[in-house]
Every structure is written in C-alpha cells, then in structure tokens.
C-alpha cells in the first residue's frame, strides 16, 4: 500500500537551517510529484513547494521562495525539503503528499503522510 | 492566485442530517477542484477531485457539484465518521496550489 513518512522535524531557532524528509514506498516512485503542505497548529492547509516525478521542475510558494528547496533522490525513493533562515512563522506541520497524475504533475494530492513537526523558537 | 473560500465556517448537524458545504473562487477554476477531509490527528483524506469524482474508496453519500467559481460538496446523510474538517483545494492555475480556509462540521 502507498505509504509516505516524514521526518526530520524538531525545534530549530530562528534564522537556522533544518531538512526534513518523505520516504516513499508502495507506488511507482518515478512517476509521481511529490508536494509539501503545511499546517500551522489549529490553522488550515498551506501548499508549500512540489518536485516533479523527474525532479525537473520545482515550485514554491511565495511565502518561502528563496529560503526553501526541495529534491529528489530516486535510489532512496525520498524526497527532500531543505529550509533554511527559518522564521517563527515557518512553524507547523509538514506534510508530503502523491501527487494523483502519472509521469505528469496534476495537482491533486491523493496520498497523505502523517506530517513532521517543525517549531521555529528561540 | 486563486482564493478559495469556504462557507460557513462551521456546520452544526445531527447525524443522518444532509450536510452542505460551499466553496467560492476568487476566479474560474473550470473543474478543477478538489475536496478533502481532515479528522483531528490525522493527514488529509482525498474526497473527490474534478468537481465531481470520487476518488478511490469514498463512500457514495460523498457527492461534489459546480464549475467555475462555485462548487458544494454534498453529504447525503451524516454518519457519525463524517464529522471532520472539510477543505476544497483549486489546481486550474497553479503554481500556487491553494486551498479553502475549511468547514467544520460538528454534531
């Protein structure tokens, strides 16, 4: 069965980097996108950043473009997000999901994983 | 970016009720959305995709409606499950995907 798992998450200070990982399992890897929402604590969804199932396109949302990237890496079926100057805003929880379209990028998500906590404090 | 928003912000029903939930967009998204649920604790759940389609595994009771910039997602009769956080969620013009502020939909 499809299964996503995030981790990497924790308590990191304001303006310091963090990564957080998706590892992937139970699907044709390859072939799908991989998106990061976010979700403040009591708050709604916030689409964050999307790789490609090749990895050759990357989005980001406004509110951290610049100052987060994401990557693939196929051997590992994982997927990265690397955060850096992370700011108290940044604090929520992360979500990857599959994206729905095969060998193209659709923009529903219909796997979800459990999330990785990350909270931005000094 | 297309602004979705969702109403009312919180629905208060009994089980076996209909419930009906709306979400307007800033623009027309054509077909293009999606809903999802989200219990306390839990990820999001996929519900329906393109307006009207369920997606794998949704029970019946789960209907979607609407093109443009109006669409209702339908519970035909509550069950006791059903009460959840609701969000619909665009992908006509993205980047940005963007979602709906939610309903909750309490007992």
């Known amino acids: 069965q499809v299964q996503l798992v995030e981790s990497g998450g924790g308590v990191v200070q304001p303006g310091r980097s963090l990564r957080v990982s998706c590892a992937a399992s139970g699907f044709t890897f390859s072939s799908h996108g991989i998106h990061w929402v976010r979700q403040a604590p009591g708050k709604g969804l916030e689409w964050v950043a999307f790789?490609?199932?090749?990895?050759?396109?990357?989005y980001y949302a406004d509110s951290v473009k610049g100052r987060i990237t994401t990557s693939r890496d196929s051997a590992k079926n994982t997927v990265f997000l690397q955060m850096s100057s992370l700011r108290a805003e940044d604090s929520a929880l992360y979500y990857c999901?599959?994206?729905?379209?095969?060998?193209?990028?659709?923009?529903?998500?219909?796997?979800w994983g459990r999330g990785t906590l990350v909270s931005v404090s000094s | 970016e297309v602004v979705l928003t969702q109403s009312p912000a919180t629905l208060s029903l009994s089980p076996g009720e209909r419930a009906t939930l709306s979400c307007r967009a800033s623009?027309?998204?054509?077909?293009?959305l999606a809903w999802y649920q989200q219990k306390p604790g839990q990820a999001p759940r996929l519900l329906i995709f393109?307006?009207?389609n369920r997606a794998t595994g949704i029970p019946a009771r789960f209907s979607g409606s609407g093109s443009g910039t109006d669409f209702t997602l339908t519970i035909s009769s509550l069950e006791p499950e059903d009460f959840a956080v609701y969000y619909c969620q665009q992908r006509s013009n993205w980047p940005p995907l963007t979602f709906g502020g939610g309903t909750k939909v309490e007992i």
């Open positions: 393109d307006a009207s």
């Open positions: 623009q027309s998204v054509s077909s293009y």
């Open positions: 790789i490609s199932y090749d990895g050759s396109l990357k």
């Open positions: 999901a599959k994206d729905d379209g095969f060998d193209w990028s659709r923009g529903y998500l219909d796997y």
